[in-house]
């Protein structure tokens, strides 16, 4: 073989060579890649799985078992004055098993600053407000509207149905001025001096209710 042959066929080697160890660098980078890709994918699972274990739960329905704290709640307004428009009162008597269930004061007042069991102030005042644990409800509202029980409830931040008042579950009984109520207790509409009474589980014959003087 001559000498020249004998280069070509080195050359020929080492081309080949070199074309072997590209393909075996390209087969390792394609391996590392396929590795590493792996790999984040498996940080970012764990990294998920950590996250939503330790998320705290949120409780079901929360919004609706929290009192009303100053956003519009069914239409209605919290101010930071009290509206004298349209201003009357209704009682609200509540039973549970046959005992009477105190309705509190500040419902409807955010933050309430109390005074010798008096809400006189607080954040602001929704149009539905109680200022004392008597069982008043004070509509005191910018325009001539009707409201509801439902809507009280609702800025009470309570459960109102058929077969529930609050937390207490059970055959619901409703009295409106004393006489019995089979309709929606969530749709008695409010009315100077009305008197709304509550019986969960055992009845309670409906009870009388006096004004304060200027009520």
């Not at 929360?62 to 069914?74: I, K």
């Amino acid at each position: 073989m001559s000498k020249r042959a004998r280069q070509a066929s080195q050359a020929q080697r080492k081309l080949e060579e070199l074309r072997r160890q590209q393909k075996a660098r390209q087969r390792l980078q394609r391996i590392l890649i396929g590795a590493g890709a792996a790999a984040v994918a498996a940080i970012v699972a764990v990294v998920i799985v950590v996250v939503v274990a330790n998320r705290p739960a949120t409780p079901a329905h929360a919004a609706a078992n929290q009192p009303a704290n100053g956003a519009t709640v069914d239409g209605i307004q919290c101010q930071t004055m009290e509206q004298a428009v349209y201003h009357i009162h209704v009682h609200l008597a509540i039973f549970v098993n046959g005992t009477q269930q105190t309705v509190p004061l500040g419902i409807g007042i955010p933050d309430p600053q109390i005074q010798n069991g008096f809400a006189a102030s607080g954040k602001c005042f929704y149009w539905l407000h109680t200022h004392d644990a008597s069982g008043v409800i004070h509509i005191e509202s910018p325009t001539h509207r009707t409201y509801t029980l439902g809507q009280f409830f609702d800025i009470w931040g309570k459960t109102l149905s058929s077969s529930q008042v609050g937390s207490a579950k059970g055959q619901l009984t409703v009295y409106v001025d004393g006489k019995r109520f089979t309709g929606d207790p969530r749709s008695i509409s409010f009315t100077s001096h009305k008197l709304i009474q509550l019986d969960v589980g055992k009845v309670v014959p409906p009870k009388p209710y006096t004004f304060a003087a200027g009520l």
